[in-house]
C-alpha cells in the first residue's frame, strides 16, 4: 500500500513552478538564523543549568555538593546511585552532571571512566526519583579481515598487522591512552588466537616459524561517539605453516541440553576441544620432561619426574587444563603451593609451585578448561619460576606430551550437514573481505553422517 500511494503521488503530482526572482540572500537568512539561535539559547539559559563536577581525592558526596546537589536530593541522588545503580565504587576522574530546570533539580547523570556509558537518576517534579538506569554507549560491530605475516614471534605479528586504522580518534597511537588501548586490543586478540582458539593444535612456543602466516576474521566494536575500536571476538581463523599446513578453526553454533552455544570445529564438523589443553601455561617452555628416573636439582638424587615442568615468567596464569573438580588447593611440601582437579574418564592433573592461587576458588569448586586456576612461582622444592604439571589416569602416572585423551564430540548428522554448507559461504566471503586466497587443507575424507559412512 505504501509503495501504490508513493507511485501515485509521483505520477500525479503537479509539476514544480519555476519562480524566477533575484538569488536567495544566503547572507541576510544566516544573520537571521544566528540571531533566532542566539535567542533561543537565551531562553534556556534562564530555564537550564548543567554543573558538572569531577571527583577528585575525596568521594562522591564532595562531588554532589560541588555540582549542587544538597539537602533531600543529596540523599535521594546518593541513595539511588549506590542501591539502585550498584555504583559503590568510585574513582579519581569520574565525572558528574546535575541538570536544573528553573533551579530545580531534574536530572543527575554519573560517568565512571571506566565503563562505556552513564548512570541516570531522574527526579519528578515531587522531588523524588523517579527513574533509574544505566544509559550505554551507542555502539555498532562490524566485520574485518586481516592476513599476518609472522616475522619474529605471533604477538608481534598481530601488532604489525592488526590494529585497526580507526582505533584511536587520530589514527595514530599518539597518546598514552591510545598506547594502552592498543597493548589491550593486541592481548585480547592474541589471547582468543593462541590460548583458545588454537591451544589444542599449535605448540605457539615449539611450532612457530618465521614465513608462517595467519589469516583471522574478527568482530570489532566501534563507539562513533568517541571514533575507538575495540576487539570483540575471533569469528574464524586459519595458521599457515610455512613448512606446510593448516591449523583451521571455524564457527558453528549447536545445541547442547537445550541451550545453543557458539562453538569451533576443523573442516570435517570436528572439534577443536580435546579433553585436555596441550599445556598449562601459554608459551611455557619444557624444562624438565616426564621421566622415571632424574638427578632432582634441588635434593641432589635420581629419583622419578612424574610430571613436566614449564618454565615460565613468575606470575604468568595458569590454567585448568580440563573441566573438572578442585580436590585439592594447599601448600604440600615440595610441591610448594599446589592445586589438583578430578576430570571425568578416570583422569587428575597437578599444578605445583604456584606463587599464589586464584581468587574465588576452593576444594569442591568446578573449573572450566582454560580457567586461571594460579599464578606461575616457586615455592616448595624449586630452583626456579615454573609448574610442575602432572596427570594421572585411574591412579597411575602418565605422561602428559604422550598420553591420548578423548576428544570432545564431534558435530553429527543434521548439525554436520548444516556445517559443511555454511563452510563454502565462509570462507567465500571471508576471502572477499580479506583480498586474497585463502589456504585450504589437501582433500581429505570428509564424514557427512552420524556413523562416519561417506
Known amino acids: 500500500m505504501v509503495a501504490a500511494g508513493m507511485a501515485a503521488t509521483v505520477l500525479f503530482m503537479k509539476p514544480p513552478i519555476r519562480r524566477s526572482g533575484p538569488p536567495w540572500p544566503y547572507t541576510a537568512q544566516n544573520e537571521l538564523l544566528a540571531h533566532t539561535l542566539d535567542s533561543l539559547g537565551g531562553i534556556l539559559a534562564d530555564t537550564l543549568e548543567v554543573r558538572t ?3 577528585g581525592e575525596g568521594f562522591l558526596g564532595g562531588a554532589l555538593r560541588e555540582a549542587g546537589v544538597d539537602g533531600d536530593n543529596y540523599v535521594r541522588c546518593c541513595t539511588a546511585l549506590h542501591d539502585s545503580l550498584q555504583w559503590r565504587v568510585q574513582h579519581e576522574g569520574d565525572t558528574i552532571e546535575a541538570v536544573f530546570v528553573r533551579g530545580r533539580l531534574s536530572e543527575l547523570r554519573a560517568f565512571p571512566r571506566s565503563v562505556r556509558g552513564f548512570y541516570c537518576v531522574k527526579l519528578g517534579g515531587d522531588g523524588l526519583v523517579s527513574e533509574c538506569t544505566f544509559v550505554p554507549e551507542t555502539q555498532w560491530t562490524r566485520l574485518r579481515a586481516v592476513t599476518c605475516d609472522v616475522r619474529s614471534t605471533v604477538w608481534q605479528s598481530l601488532w604489525d598487522y592488526a590494529l585497526p586504522p580507526d582505533l584511536s580518534p587520530s589514527g595514530e597511537i599518539v597518546t598514552e591512552r591510545d598506547s594502552s588501548r592498543a597493548s589491550a586490543y593486541i592481548s585480547e586478540l592474541q ?7 588454537f591451544a589444542y593444535d599449535i605448540d605457539f612456543y615449539h611450532d612457530v616459524r618465521i614465513g608462517d602466516r595467519v589469516y583471522i576474521l574478527l568482530e570489532e566494536v566501534r563507539y562513533p561517539g568517541t571514533s575507538e575500536t575495540g576487539f570483540r571476538r575471533i569469528l574464524a581463523a586459519k595458521y599457515e605453516f610455512s613448512s606446510g599446513g593448516v591449523a583451521e578453526a571455524f564457527p558453528f553454533y549447536h545445541t547442547v541440553a537445550d541451550a545453543v552455544v557458539l562453538d569451533f570445529y576443523h573442516r570435517d564438523g570436528a572439534s577443536l576441544k580435546t579433553m585436555f589443553l596441550r599445556m598449562p601455561v601459554p ?3 619444557i624444562s624438565s620432561s616426564f621421566s622415571s628416573s632424574r638427578m632432582h636439582p ?4 635420581s629419583r622419578a619426574h612424574n610430571g613436566i ?4 615468567p613468575a606470575g604468568t596464569e595458569i590454567y585448568a587444563v580440563g573441566d573438572g573438580v578442585i580436590t585439592m588447593r594447599q601448600y604440600s611440601g615440595g610441591y610448594g603451593n599446589i592445586v589438583k582437579i578430578r576430570h571425568a574418564n578416570g583422569y587428575e592433573t597437578g599444578y605445583g609451585h604456584m606463587s599464589s592461587f586464584a581468587q574465588g576458588q576452593s576444594v569442591g569448586s568446578y573449573v572450566r578448561q582454560g580457567e586461571i586456576i594460579g599464578y606461575v612461582g616457586s615455592t616448595g622444592l624449586s630452583t626456579g619460576p615454573h609448574v610442575h604439571f602432572e596427570m594421572k589416569r585411574n591412579g597411575s602416572f602418565v605422561n602428559p606430551a604422550t598420553e591420548i585423551v ?4 564431534p558435530l553429527e548428522g543434521d548439525e554436520l550437514q548444516a556445517f559443511l554448507g555454511f563452510l563454502p559461504i565462509l570462507e567465500s566471503a571471508w576471502e572477499r573481505m580479506a583480498g586474497v586466497d585463502l589456504p585450504v587443507p589437501p582433500p581429505a575424507l570428509v564424514r557427512t553422517s552420524a556413523d562416519g559412512q561417506d
Open 53 to 55: 563536577s569531577v571527583i
Open 191 to 197: 589471547h582468543e588466537l593462541t590460548d583458545r582458539l
Open 283 to 285: 608459551f611455557g617452555r
Open 298 to 301: 634441588v635434593l641432589g638424587y
Open 309 to 312: 615442568d614449564y618454565a615460565a
Open 406 to 409: 578423548p576428544p570432545v564430540s
